[in-house]
């Protein structure tokens, strides 16, 4: 991996802008580039897993001299193409086929397929700096980095060094906390979200915002605070749904949760919690909202991607990408009963 090239495309830029994934792993490499550059713009992008080419007229109205595209795990072939100035794309999904002379594409996966890091812990690999911000996405993502004993070592009290397992780091520890307050940053008003971001950026401790000890780290504590209330319920209905769901054996491998249109959606982290809760579960969380369901899927034990081909492909306005133990999809609402149904059929061939 270039890894140096984007170090040295970030320190010779003037005006860089960053795209990133709307999770913890996108916000923490974000973070970690900015703090590193103390310079740029950035732009979370919530509406889609692709960077499309609309995009590209930010790259313009802000007269940036480098992009850099962080946990996208799709970009408009159409963007790199037309794009003026060079581009630095770090992800681990899937490897892209888009090559072009000024784009530095970093992923450990064009190599090895199977090699599991985290944006945020290519980023820390980059700069060495805001070990705490790289932990929070690299956890977020379900991965435990190499530094996790430094992070164990300097904030102790955030994770225990004998913790080996990614999801009880993310579920049982005060670092898990404060990821799960970092990934509540990104819900709400945009007005709002782009609000606590350029407070996160300021942020030197994570006790600031866990001890609320600065009014930055207050102002992020509300935030989250005014989220959590409706998370917990979503949790509780989703418990209270798999205990009815346990009568009928044709459901013993499966947890079912969507609930209509509210103003957040937390389909990633109920999806998250609960696998970690029931990781002998394949888990499907869904948002209803304007004839559509957008799903996040995750599993400890199938491999999702292929599973997932084989059940959309004959639905109509439907899409998946992500990871082979956690994906997500998108089909019409008059669907979703046909949807469970594929499902669970390919479920049972064990893909």
């Known amino acids: 991996m270039d890894i140096q090239k984007a170090k040295q495309e970030l320190i010779t830029s003037k005006r860089p802008i960053y795209f990133f994934d709307d999770d913890p792993d996108g916000l923490s490499s974000f973070l970690q580039f900015y703090k590193f550059k103390k310079e740029g ?3 979370v992008i919530k509406s889609s897993p692709e960077l499309r080419y609309s995009f590209l007229r930010k790259v313009d109205e802000y007269n940036a001299d480098r992009v850099f595209i962080l946990d996208k795990p799709m970009v408009s072939k159409q963007f790199i193409e037309d794009c003026p100035v060079p581009v630095v794309w770090i992800d681990h999904h899937d490897p892209t086929k888009i090559t072009k002379e000024n784009l530095t594409y970093i992923n450990p996966r064009a190599k090895d397929l199977s090699i599991n890091k985290s944006v945020s812990e290519i980023s820390y690999e980059i700069f060495k700096e805001n070990l705490w911000i790289a932990m929070i996405g690299a956890v977020g993502d379900w ?3 190499d530094f996790s004993k430094e992070l164990s070592q300097k904030y102790p009290d955030l994770l ?7 999801a009880k780091a993310l579920f049982s520890t005060e670092l898990g906390n404060l990821i799960k307050i970092i990934s509540f940053v990104l819900k709400g008003k945009s007005q709002d979200v782009n609000r606590a971001i350029k407070v996160l950026i300021k942020i030197d401790s994570p006790y600031e915002i866990l001890h609320q000890t600065t009014s930055k780290g207050k102002l992020i504590f509300r935030h989250y605070s005014k989220l959590n209330d409706e998370y917990a319920q979503h949790i509780e209905q989703a418990k ?6 346990t009568k009928n054996a044709e459901d013993e ?4 949760y969507f ?3 509210a103003k957040t959606s937390f389909t990633k982290e109920i999806s998250n919690e609960l696998l970690y809760l029931y990781p002998e579960k394949l888990i499907v969380v869904g948002r209803k909202s ?11 034990v199938a491999l999702l991607p292929k599973m997932l081909e084989t059940t959309l492909k004959n639905f109509s306005a439907s899409s998946s990408g992500g990871h082979e ?3 997500g999809a998108h089909i019409k609402e008059q669907d979703l009963q046909k949807f469970i149904t594929a499902l669970k059929g390919n479920y049972s061939k064990k893909e």
């Open 290 to 300: 304007n004839g559509f369901v957008k799903m996040s899927i995750r599993s400890s």
């Open 259 to 261: 609930y209509d249109g």
């Open 325 to 327: 133990h956690a994906c």
């Open 143 to 145: 991965t435990l980095p």
């Open 160 to 166: 225990d060094p004998n913790i080996t397992d990614p």
């Open 41 to 43: 713009k950035g732009l």
């Open 253 to 256: 491998n499966f947890l079912f």
């Open 240 to 245: 209270e749904i798999l205990a009815q769901s």
